[in-house]
Every structure is written in C-alpha cells, then in structure tokens.
C-alpha cells in the first residue's frame, strides 16, 4: 500500500564549523510542520501524512536524509518532489522569513531543552566526548543566530551531492521499480536484505 523513502547523502562529523548552518538548512528543509518538505508533500500535494529532514554526525561523517511514506501510486510524484526540493536548497537561497522562523524555533526549542535534567546531563557529555569549548552551550543560540543565507546554500550545495544522493525505496518493487530506475542504476533486494536476481546487475 505504500513506498516508504529515504534519500540521503554523506553529512558532517559533530565537530564540523558547518554544524550551525547544516542545522539551518536541515530545519528549512524538512525540521517539522513548517519545512519545505512537509508543505509541499502533504499540505499542498497530498502524498503523506509527513516529510521530514534529518542529520547526525558523531566522530565521523554522518547523513544527512530525507524521508517520507507514502501511498504506492503517488511514489513518482513523491521523488519527483524530493528531487524539486533538494535542488532548490541548492540553487536557490531561502528566504529571510524562513531562516528567521527556524532560527526562532531552533533557539526556542534549545531553551526549552534547558528545562529537563537529561538535556542538560546529554550537552554535558556531548561537550566532553568532543571536546566541545567550555562555554559552546551558554553561546548556542549566538551561533544559531549568526548564520545568514548565504551559509545555509553554501552548506547545501557542499552536502547535497546530487551526483551521489543514495534513494532507499521500500515497497513494491514491481510497482517503484520504473520510478527509480530514472534517477540511476536500481538493485533490488528481499525482506530479508538479500539481492535478488544478481542483486547489483538488477534493473
């Protein structure tokens, strides 16, 4: 009944200077309700109950993905929306609204966060095992407020590598298999994770 996807590229180590301005780019695009992805997706095309964004990154690179389920029949429509979007953070600068309202959102829920004993206990280590600056946490919401957008499509044309943006489609393949197949080479794979038909050389 449905396509579940995913479409993801290699992101940023939690130490990267590009950490503030991923996070922007990230909440523009799919950070919730009122993220490019979720708008465009569900309010406007109907396809889902939800689209969202997401990165992570520890002492290594980490992705960044894009996600969403929808209905089986509107899988086209969905990459083709996926597709619309990633290009556009690319090509085009977000708007002074949006990056005002996600700086808002991103300090607000920072704040909020402060409240909860394992929020505070969580930055403590993450401070720690990254060797974070003593006062990263008391000049979080500078940094978040310091970014423009120029940093934000800087960091999405360095991060959303189109050339090499990995889709994972899970449904019916006889059904998705044509969708995909125009975006790039297709391997298809059982419930269980093994190829089928020749796995890599699969059409």
Known sequence: MQTVLTLGTLGIERTSPDYFSVLMADRVLGGGPSGRLFLNLREDKGYTYGAYSGFGG???RGTWSSSSEVRTDVTEGAM????YE???MRDEKVSADELDNAKRAIVGGFALSLEQPQALLQNIITQKIYNLPA???DTYPQK??????DDVQRVAQKYIDLDHLTVVAVGDASKARDVLAKYGKVEVYDADGKPVGGGGDNK
């Open 86 to 88: 990633l290009k556009r």
């Open 144 to 149: 978040v407020a310091a970014i423009t957008v």
């Open 135 to 137: 006062d990263y946490w």
């Open 58 to 60: 520890s002492k290594y």
């Open 80 to 83: 083709k929306e996926f597709m």
